[in-house]
């Protein structure tokens, strides 16, 4: 079943001599349940994609449609809360807010929807993220890896539609990189969690179902590397 579907993406900035085209007429599409890999030089667009997908930025052209909506077709407020939802965005400096702790950091987004808080679930994601003697710690007292974890958990707080990973593991040593990609292909895997993400890192990328390779704001190959949550082909 498809879960996110782009169609003929277009970003431009500046204009005439000037203008410079960071998304050059995308399009593709993601089936539920899927990990999909997206590389490419510095520059190829790939992040200006991602922040596309998840609402963060406005596309010049061209649509993103996610579980049948037409995300950048909603009024502000209603993007927010459909963000909040149905998008779960993990970054590479985490972005934490410093003075709450793991446990506040991972409900937030969950409380400023309105909601009330769901204890099991919140003792559910601390334990599987490795992080249940860390819940009264503050971001500054916790290691990137651990910083890292947090931002994990606060994306899937909320059982989001699609996740969006920007570079997880750029920031992050060997081994505090691999434990991160163990989580995103666990929770893939096991909850059937479709998860777009961009590395740098052609090993990482090809631990996916599929990797998009981009180059000047284009899609230059999107290949099939297994069958979802499979074997290599």
């Not at 993007?79 to 149905?86: C, G, K, N, S, Y």
């Not at 992050?172 to 989580?183: F, Q, S, V």
């Amino acid at each position: 079943m498809e879960i996110l579907r782009c169609e003929d993406l277009c970003k431009t900035y500046g204009e005439k001599d000037t203008c410079v085209k960071a998304l050059d007429h995308v399009s593709f599409s993601v089936e539920k349940g899927e990990f999909v890999s997206i590389v490419g030089p510095s520059g190829s667009g790939k992040s200006t994609l991602l922040h596309i997908l998840g609402g963060v930025d406005k596309p010049t052209s061209g649509k993103v449609l996610i579980g049948g909506t037409d995300i950048h077709a909603l009024k502000e407020d209603k993007l927010a809360i459909f963000r909040r939802r149905q998008i779960g965005l993990i970054y590479q400096f985490y972005n934490l807010l410093p003075v709450l702790n793991v446990d506040e950091n991972i409900v937030l987004p969950h409380l400023l929807d309105g909601r009330a808080m769901d204890k099991e679930r919140l003792d559910k994601i601390v334990g599987e993220m490795g992080l249940s003697d860390r819940r009264n710690n503050l971001p500054s007292q916790l290691s990137g890896g651990q910083q890292q974890r947090v931002s994990i958990g606060r994306a899937l707080f909320n059982h989001p539609a699609i996740v969006l990973a920007d570079e997880p593991t750029g920031n992050l040593d060997r081994k505090n990189g691999a434990e991160i990609i163990h989580l995103l292909k666990e929770s893939n895997r096991s909850q059937k969690q479709t998860l777009i993400l961009i590395t740098h890192d052609e090993s990482i990328a090809l631990q996916a179902d599929r990797m998009i390779c981009m180059e000047d704001g284009k899609i230059t190959k999107d290949e099939r590397i297994r069958v979802m949550g499979g074997d290599v082909q």
